[in-house]
């Protein structure tokens, strides 16, 4: 049991693409479709951004996506902005009311 | 709209009790089915879900905390609350609540978080 694991930072160009990998194991983020990524501006709450792998919740903009493929998901960022710098993380249900979160993705907008 | 804070003492002594409220506003805590939680984050580490505790009271904690954590609910202040038993300097971090609907398995709203340092 432990963290799931992402990149410690991922950077990019404004309108450039960019991907978040979240890589846990069978029992997490292989095992169920309820993976969900949290954006973290500094001092402030962790934002709801992707949930069940792939769904955006309203006001969300459509340049957030999600995927999974086995035990690793990850988050597209299309058309990078300067507000989407931030720290990013995945987190896993696991099972037995148990969930799992990534390490942490800091995201640079060059 | 539901906000959650977080409120509680920013330095406890090691060995000591932890202990911290989360207080919902803009609904009522015991209308609809929701999980009230609560979630750490150690400076410059990633986040680490504690626990968990349902409107009707029943609970559920993370087994690495389990025998050190009590989650409760106090529906008249409409507030939930945690305490950490035993504190030593690794339960110093960032606590956070946050909502999580019945049937669903993500975390939303989040209260913005509580730093809490574990020190003598």
Known sequence: ?110 | QVQLQESGPGLVKPSQTLSLTCTVSGGSISSGSYYWNWIRQPAGKGLEWIGRIYTSGSTNYNPSLKSRVTISIDTSKNQFSLKVNSVTAADTAVYHCARVILGTFWFDPWGQGTPVTVSA
């Open chain 1, 1 to 110: 049991q432990s963290a799931l694991t992402q990149p410690h930072s991922v950077s990019g160009s404004p309108g450039q693409s960019i991907s978040i990998s979240c890589t846990g194991t069978s029992s997490d983020v292989g095992g169920y479709n309820y993976v969900s990524w949290y954006q973290q501006h500094p001092g402030k709450a962790p934002k709801l951004m992707i949930y069940d792998v792939t769904k955006r919740p309203s006001g969300v903009p459509d340049r957030f996506s999600g995927s999974k493929s086995g035990n690793t998901a990850s988050l597209i960022i299309s058309g990078l902005q300067a507000e989407d710098e931030a720290d990013y993380y995945c987190c896993a249900y696991a099972g037995t009311y148990t969930y799992f979160f990534g390490t942490g993705t800091k995201v640079t907008v060059l």
